[in-house]
C-alpha cells in the first residue's frame, strides 16, 4: 500500500469519528478502511486506534502521529499546489456547501458553468440550510446569507447583496387593500417565516439609524421561503422574500412589489473557507466566478 494514502485514510478515520463515515467520505468500503489503518500499525509496530462496538480512541502513540500526518498531508497539498502554479487547469474535486433554494437558483448555475468550462473539475454540492463546520466536514468552500460570525482560521468574503421586498398576489390586494406604509403593514394578513421557533422581523433601511423592524403575526407560519411564496400566490397574505425568489413572477404580474417608496433591506451574501497559506485554484475560480455572477442575480434589474 501508499504509505502517503494511508496516513490520509488514517487521518480522516480520526476526524470523522469511524471507519464508515470515513469510507463514504473517501468512497472505499469500511474494510479497506481498516487494512489502510493496520498497515500503518504493522509498519510501526504500534497500535494507532482502540475501537470498540461504540467508539474509537486514539492511543499516545496514535495521537503523535495523527498530529504529524496532518502536517506532512497539509504540507504535500501546499507542495502540489504550488508546483501546479496559475497554468494548471483546475482539477479535482470541489466540495461546496450551500443554502438549499439559495444554492439552487443562484449559485449551482454559476458553478456549473464554470464545470462546463474545465472538464477536469468534479463539484460536490451539498445543499442545507444549517451551519456547516469546514474542517470537520472537509468543504472547500460554504456559501451563506446574512453576517457570518467571525470564526478564527475562517476567511468570509462577500459575494453579493439580496434585496428583499414586500409583496402580494393582485387577488389579495383587491380584497384587502394596498399598504402604504411601514406601519400600515400590522392591518394585514401577513405570511411568518420561522426557524427554530424564532420569527424573524421584516427589516427595513433607515438612513443614520438601524434598520426600522416589523414583527409579523399571524396563523400562517412556514420554514422555507419557496412555501412563502407558493402562499402569496394563492392569495393568502403579504410576503417578505428575497427578489431573486419572486423576479419571475413578479415581472409576469402574478405578485406586485409593494411599498415602492421604500428601499428594500440588502442582506449580504458571504463565501467563506480555511484559511491557507495558498488558495486552491479551483476554490480562486469559484470565488471570483460567483463575485462576478451574483450580483445580477440577486439585485432588481433596475439596481
Known sequence: MDRLTSMGVFVRAVDLGSFAAAADALEMSAPMVGKHVRFLEERLGAQLLLRSTRRQSLTEAGRIYYERCRALLADAEAADILAAGEVAEPRGRLRVALPVHFGRRCVAPVLLDLAQRYPL????????????????????????????????????????????????APAYLAAHGRPDSIQALALHQVLVYHRSGRINPWLFPAEGA???????????????????????????GLAWLPFWLVR????????????????????????????SAQLPRKVRLAIDALIAAIPGLVMPAAE
Open 121 to 168: 473539475l468534479e463539484l460536490d454540492l451539498r445543499f442545507s440550510d444549517r451551519l456547516t463546520d469546514l474542517a470537520d466536514e472537509q468543504i472547500d468552500l460554504a456559501i451563506r446569507t446574512g453576517e457570518p460570525e467571525p470564526r478564527a482560521g475562517i476567511i468570509a468574503r462577500r459575494i453579493g447583496r439580496q434585496r428583499m421586498v414586500v409583496c402580494a
Open 210 to 236: 438601524a434598520p426600522v423592524e416589523f414583527l409579523p403575526s399571524s396563523r400562517l407560519r412556514f420554514d422555507d421561503l419557496a412555501a412563502i411564496a407558493d402562499a402569496a400566490l394563492r392569495g393568502m
Open 248 to 275: 419571475d413572477v413578479i415581472e409576469a404580474g402574478a405578485l406586485e412589489a409593494l411599498l415602492p417608496q421604500q428601499p428594500g433591506f440588502l442582506y449580504d451574501v458571504h463565501a467563506t473557507w480555511l484559511q
